[in-house]
């Protein structure tokens, strides 16, 4: 059994996060077609320019994310845990 929730959902709070370090132009996000559910979509909607939809190809996405990273971009893998699973 778990306590109840105070704060809402978490993904509500990673969407309201992205918004809030939105100011720094090195900060891009990375969406597998989740966008809705994780709400990374209101980052879309004031920077599509700093958003890459990359299908339903999570380990790919992963993957761009560290050469981002090592570019100097702050790149945000926006996907659930269970999708970046093999197997």
Known sequence: M???SKGGASRDG???????LSSDSRV???EADLG???KSCHFRELYP???ISLGIAEQNMVLVA???ASSGKIPFASTFA???ERG
Do not use: D
Not at 14 to 20: P, T
């Open 2 to 4: 778990s306590a109840p």
């Open 14 to 20: 990673y969407g309201s996060a992205l918004l809030r």
């Open 28 to 30: 891009v996000v990375l």
């Open 36 to 38: 809705k559910s994780t």
């Open 49 to 51: 320019e700093r958003t």
């Open 66 to 68: 560290s050469g981002m």
């Open 82 to 84: 269970i999708f970046t």
